[in-house]
Each structure stands twice: as C-alpha cells, then as structure tokens.
C-alpha cells in the first residue's frame, strides 16, 4: 500500500464522531504546546528522536513504541526537528469506544490511569509492531477511501484493533522511567497542583513556599522538565477540568467555582483567551 502521509494538522478538535487516524511525517517539527482534548488517543511513534511528556512522566521513545492517552491528560512531545519525525495517531470519541464496550471487556481500559501498573507506554514486540503497522495502514486506507462501504470496513477494523491494543496493554511489562532529584521534585509539585488547583488562592509564591523552595527554583525546574511555566500549568488544569465539565451539560456557574476562580468574569476572560469561545459556546459545541 502507498504511504499515505499528511500535513500536520494542529487543531485539537475532532471533526467525527467516531474516530480519526493520522499518518504525519515532518522534516522541521515546530514546537507543540502542552495541551490536553476530550478524546482518548494513540499515539504510534515510528521514526525521529523524541520524548514525550504526560502529566510530568517523561517517555524517551523507542520507534514503534505506542502511547496511551486519556482525555484527563496534560501532554506534549519534545522532538528533535533536525532529523525526520514520523507517527501514526488515533483520536477516538468517547461516547463511540465506550458503545463498542461490552461487560467484562471495556475498551478504554488501556487508557486508564488506575490500572495496575499502568503508565502511558508499551513497547510491542516485533510480531506486535507488525499487526499495529498493518491495522493503523488498513485504517487509513479505509478512512480516506472512496470504495463501497469505507465506512463500514473501517469500523470493523477499529474495533479489532481497539481489542488487540487492549490485549498488548494487558500483556505488556510495564516500562521502568528514568528518575532524578529534579524530576521526583516535579512530581510532587504536579501532585500538589492536582489536589489544589480548585483553590483561588492558589499562586505560583504559595506553591514554593509549600516546598521551601525559592520562586526562581521552582519555575527554573518547572520549565526544564514539563516544558511550560507553574502559572501555566495550573491554567490548564482549571480549563482541562472546566472543558470537561462543560462537555457534560454543568452550567458555566457551577463550573468556575469547581475550578479555582472567585468570579464568573475571570473565569469567562481565561476560558474565552484559552478556547477562542465562551463557556456557554463551548458547552454548545462540544456537548457529548
């Protein structure tokens, strides 16, 4: 099959219903902002050099290594744009995986976070690369073909896949992160704005003084590990959980208290420079 490759999109919105799957291959790879969606993805790194980032858990990627992730993660990748970047990604809706879930075989369970062991990454076996290559090739001629029934066939792929990915994740051992002084620290403050960010009176000087470290410190050891500043950071996870909880029918009123704001207006000034909507827009738009 000719190697179907497309220009980067960045958009981080899906335009189905269902699923969408891209094959990229990018010579000069501009930097991607940490960011999250409300669609699970996989993500098949295939050929480059890079690391990618999930919720301050740092992946130095192998070729062929598969990434799961949640609509409930912060995420980007850190690439090397001197040399070729090629993957293969999957977006998938969440109302269309969950109905493909039966009793007993819940399809969005290599997405999740409180399985045993989980991290984001498995590393497939050669025999394993080569059914992952071949589905995500059989999906994508199917996605973009013109031929009696694309649609139907692409389904049926999808939801072999979805059970095969399941099974690798199943199976896989779990991968073993690289850790230094530096990045257990991160983690600990990652973990402190998880369980704080709803509070207002939450600033990037209060989180120091939390871990009797200087501002400087912080921000300097922030920046090199998870790639954007503490004040940004604890902006996305107001408007992560603000998208979602908008996506599930909460009105604008009851979301911004959940989210760390005092007054509508803020949070309606932060929400609207974020999204490029309103909260009521968005919660129209994106409603699951």
Sequence with gaps: MRKRTLNFDSRQHMNRNTFEVFHYRDTNMQKVALHHHLFYEVYYFIDGIANYNIEGRIYKLNPYDILFISPSELHHPVVDSSVPYERMVLWINKAYIN???????????CFDAKFTGHNNLIRPTEEQQKLISKRFKQLTGESYGRNFGNEISASAIFAQFMVELNRMFIQADTIQLPRNTASEFIIKVLNYIDTHFADPNMTVEN???????????LSHQFNEMIGTSPYRYVVLKRMQKASLMLSVGQSPSEVYLACGYRDYSSFYRAFKAEYGLSPSEYSRQFSL
Excluded: C, M, N, R
């Design 207 to 217: 989180i120091a003084e939390s871990f009797f470290v200087s501002k400087y410190y």
């Design 99 to 109: 109905s493909l879930s039966v009793p007993g075989a819940d399809l969005t369970l």
